[in-house]
């Protein structure tokens, strides 16, 4: 087994600039296709106000940071490591706070501490965060008291009231997409290397939460983890290596014309980055393989994933492989299943014996979110945790009988107390949703559910 450490980072990250100009041109092959899920942007002036700017703005994330995750993906692929994503299924400006960034980190690194000692696997932690402000819908417009009016598509192309004027597409909020982004990846850089994630905090993280099951758990492990700590210390270890960790940053790559804007060439090689985020997924809405996403991603070097909902069938595998990732490259494709609880056993093995058939490896990782979405009686839409869990031990269950490897977990979560998904030890019920439901679109595990969640997968990979 080939060892790294995430929370040792590598140091070979380049920081070469590049040229937004030259060789890009091929990028734009998208726009010959089929494309779905795009709002449409007012006058070519107006855009060109925006556009203009943002291709010619500093990156967000460098070609030699994306090169060593796509390396990090592949040693998840191999189950050498394991992938954590996790952020809201929308993020929105006004809680592009540093507060509840702050939050978000924490949680994820919480449930890392929680893996990493309880499965002694090394986690790839990544952020569905500074990026994630634009969203498919399934529908294009919303009716309310007989007003019909444009669907909200996200902070970064329209308003979430329920106004024409709010409604609008505004290609301005891009703008406000790429400093918001840019913001957060601030904060993330300083938390992550700046003492706030050494391990050595591991208590810290925990305090200021009401006590709890997940709680008392975590505070357990965290006593045992600081017992680890003085051992090693009392021996004489090197701690530069708990000071500093990686952590990325991913979004869904929805709105093309920005993602293309934010693409760069790497001076080194004279491959295209896109340089809005680490790694860049597409939706189960848009990825047809002949459409424009398909297209517009093949073209890229970051590590990439594609969703798979419950009607994909191994000829999509397949194909997404041939085009996506024609060289077979380790770590390039990681496909995130989100089939729901009641259909993953039933359909996942196929997919994933197909694709282990033909050869190919990808990374496979499991959305528990996305397959389990319900309404409750009193109207909220919302999930529920044992539905959740359920579609993780799935996940599991089928990798295990088909040998191949369960690489990852991407969840929509949040570092605060909200009231959004039912059930878990907070035995939040359909009334409890109402004290502190905070989401514009998806439900989101809350700090206490999201700790919950990494013991139970910690002692799934333990096994
Ligand atoms: C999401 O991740 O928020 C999302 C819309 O997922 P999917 O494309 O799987 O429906
Ligand atoms: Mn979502």
Request: charged share 25%.
């Amino acid at each position: 087994m080939r060892h790294f450490s995430p929370d040792a980072p590598a140091r070979a990250h380049s920081f070469s600039l590049s040229s937004a100009d030259a060789g890009l041109e091929a990028l734009g092959a998208w726009r010959e296709y089929p494309r779905v899920q795009q709002p449409v942007w007012p006058e070519e002036s107006e855009r060109a106000q925006v556009f203009d700017p943002l291709r010619s703005a500093p990156p967000l994330v460098f070609a030699g940071e994306v090169d060593v995750l796509r390396d990090r993906v592949a040693s998840a692929a191999r189950g050498e490591a394991f992938l954590l994503a996790g952020g809201d299924c929308a993020e929105t400006f006004a809680d592009s706070t540093a507060d509840r960034i702050r939050n978000k980190i924490r949680t994820i690194l919480q449930m890392s501490a929680v893996l990493t000692y309880g499965a002694s696997v090394p986690v790839v932690k990544m952020g569905r965060m500074a990026g994630q402000f634009a969203k498919p819908r399934s529908s294009d417009v919303e009716t309310r008291d007989g007003l019909t009016l444009p669907t909200y598509r996200g902070d970064a192309v329209n308003d979430y009231a329920f106004t024409p004027e709010a409604r609008r597409p505004d290609p301005h909020r891009l703008w406000r997409m790429y400093t918001s982004s840019a913001t957060t990846l601030n904060l993330l850089r300083a938390f992550t290397g700046g003492g706030f994630a050494d391990l050595r905090e591991v208590h810290s993280w925990n305090q200021g939460f009401t006590s709890g099951p997940g709680y008392d758990r975590y505070e357990r492990l965290a006593a045992q983890i600081d017992k680890a700590i003085r051992f090693m210390a009392a021996i004489g270890a090197d701690f530069d290596a708990l000071k500093v960790v990686e952590f990325y940053a991913s979004h869904e790559a929805l709105l093309l014309d920005y993602e293309e804007a934010l693409s760069r060439i790497d001076s080194r090689t004279g491959e295209i980055y896109g340089c809005s985020g680490h790694f860049l997924w597409i939706g189960e809405r848009t990825r047809d393989i002949d459409g424009a996403h398909v297209d517009f991603m093949s073209r890229l070097r970051n590590p990439i994933g594609v969703k798979l909902g419950p009607t994909a069938t191994v000829d999509d595998a397949l194909r997404l492989i041939d085009k996506l990732d024609p060289e077979r490259e380790p770590g390039r494709l990681t496909f995130i299943t989100r089939m729901g609880a009641g259909k993953i056993r039933d359909r996942l093995p196929a997919l994933v014996e197909g694709v282990r058939n033909s050869g190919a490896q990808v990374a496979w990782v499991t959305d528990p979110m996305h397959g389990n979405t319900i309404t409750s009686s009193n109207g909220y839409k919302t999930r529920r945790f044992e539905d959740i869990l359920d579609e993780v031990v799935g996940f599991f269950e089928v990798h295990e009988a088909a040998g191949t490897v369960p690489a990852g977990l991407h969840m929509e979560l949040t570092g605060d107390d909200v009231t959004e998904v039912l059930g878990g030890t907070g035995e939040i019920d359909e009334a409890g949703l109402e004290r502190r439901y905070e989401t514009l679109v998806d439900p989101r595990l809350n700090h206490q559910q999201s700790l919950e969640l990494a013991f139970l997968v910690a002692e799934m990979l333990a096994r």
